[in-house]
């Protein structure tokens, strides 16, 4: 028997019938094959349809979170900063504060926000110190409405976007690297910060339109190794003895090149070793009394012949009370787009409390308070940026806005303390007030 071949298997081999049968399979063939090419053609179709809508998707998924991931941005964002910025009385200003979730930016942010002003922080909460601290610190602005958007001064998009969807009337810029003697450890965070960051938002307070005014924090240190005393405004400032020290000095060149060019409305304070409650650990009132409550050594530096260091240490309240006066006299940037129109004021004060006070005299006074004896290790000043005292002329801000501190040494270490304690969970301890 002769086996199908596939010919037959595929064509029945009926006679007569064959070629109608075969005509009839090729054009069913034909149209079965037409039928399940077309087929294929609108499943090929459907799949490159569904591919290119699954690469969409992605790519919106994608663009979505990180539109959702980024710390600012969006219509949300837009609608809180905008909040955060509404002025509530009459005559208010609306205030970028840089540096919001920092020790001076935290004080004068919710002195902005208590009598009416429209306050947006900008912070980018770097661990120079404890962040925990930082944290907690924009907790209690947050609970007073207003916004700390995180992110950097050298972001220029943010201040842009900022820039955009508020027009700011000042900007309190008080981000920067701090600490004289960290400068030895890290000197590019001091560049990145108080020289190319400044730069940075000077570039947008230029190209805003209005241009806002600007407040920004100098420091004493700028008088490093001047002798003359109290420290004057017109003293030469020419011999910085810290690296940040001299990125301070430039930032009041930098300042004045882009009043001069740009009109802009500037005010530099030159703070004089500020402290208080929220202030900063690496300094050294703060680090004492953390080392005093522990039972640890502290280390007191000493000048030349067993000298003792003073500072004009300034407390907290009257450094607000000189932001704020600064922020209510500095007049207007005159420019606008980038464009000068006229001269604008250039302006720098110094903010101290022009009566010094020597390194022991603060311990001994920490010691009151804590009514613990601290083990003090005394060691010549290492040439790591310090100077020996500093003292603050401040007739011109006196002048200027009435600026009168009020706080001695004695009774703001006092509210220091008071504060440490309840922060850090001492307040119930037998011994310590
Ligand atoms: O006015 C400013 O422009 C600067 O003020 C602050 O610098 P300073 O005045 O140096 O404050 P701070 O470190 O508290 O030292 C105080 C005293 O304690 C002595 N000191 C310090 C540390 C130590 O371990 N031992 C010690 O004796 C030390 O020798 C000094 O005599 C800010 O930190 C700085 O960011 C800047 O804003």
């Known amino acids: 028997m002769k086996m199908p071949s596939l010919e037959d298997e595929l064509f029945p081999s009926t006679p007569g019938k064959f070629k109608i049968d075969r005509a009839h399979n090729m054009n069913r063939q034909f ?7 077309s087929t294929m053609f609108l499943w090929a179709l459907f799949l490159i349809a569904l591919t290119a809508s699954y690469l969409s998707f992605q790519s919106f998924v994608d663009s979505g979170s990180r539109y959702f991931s980024a710390s600012w941005g969006g219509i949300q964002w837009e609608k809180h900063v905008r909040n955060s910025a509404q002025i509530h009385r009459s005559g208010g200003m609306s205030v970028l504060v840089t540096g919001a979730a920092g020790f001076v930016g935290t004080h004068v ?52 976007k900022l820039f955009d969807v508020v027009a700011f009337t000042h900007v ?24 190319a960051g400044l730069v940075m938002l000077l570039e947008t307070c230029k190209s805003a339109n209005p241009q806002p005014a600007i407040v920004w924090a100098s420091s004493s240190s700028v008088y490093g190794l001047n002798e003359k005393v109290p420290f004057s405004e017109a003293d030469r400032t020419d011999q910085p003895a810290s690296l940040y020290a001299a990125t301070k000095k430039a930032g009041e060149e930098i300042t004045h090149t882009y009043n001069h060019i740009y009109g802009l409305s500037i005010t530099g304070l030159r703070f004089f070793t500020v402290y208080g409650p929220w202030g900063r650990p690496d300094m050294a ?35 607000v009370k000189g932001c704020l006066g600064s922020l209510d006299t500095s007049g207007k940037s005159t420019g606008s787009g980038g464009k000068k129109r ?46 020996p005292f500093t003292h603050a002329n401040i007739s011109s801000a006196q002048r200027e806005f009435g600026y009168k501190p009020t706080t001695d040494l004695q009774t703001g270490l006092k509210k220091f303390v008071r504060w440490y304690l309840s922060y850090y969970g001492y307040s119930n301890r037998k011994g310590v007030r």
Not at 304 to 317: C, E, G, P
């Open 342 to 387: 006229g001269p604008a004021p250039y302006r720098i004060f110094n903010l101290g409390n022009t009566s010094p006070v020597k390194v022991p005299e603060l311990v001994n006074i920490l010691e009151r308070h804590l009514k613990v004896k601290a083990k003090r290790n005394i060691v010549d000043m290492p040439g790591n940026g310090d100077v």
């Open 109 to 160: 942010s919710l002195a902005l926000k208590k009598r009416g002003d429209g306050v947006v922080g900008l912070d980018n909460f770097n661990n120079y110190y404890d962040p925990s601290l930082k944290r907690a610190r924009k907790s209690l602005l947050n609970s007073h409405g207003i916004l700390v958007v995180e992110g950097d001064l050298n972001d220029a998009k943010l201040l842009t």
């Open 285 to 319: 009132y703060f680090s004492f009394t953390r080392n005093i409550l522990q039972g640890k050594p502290i280390t007191m530096y000493r000048g030349k012949n067993r000298s003792d260091l003073a500072r004009d240490f300034t407390y907290i309240d009257d450094i």
């Open 31 to 37: 149209h079965r094959c037409f039928a399940s090419t």
């Open 172 to 195: 309190m810029h008080l981000a920067a690297q701090a600490g004289v003697r960290y400068a030895m450890e890290n000197p590019n965070s001091y560049v990145h910060s108080n020289v």
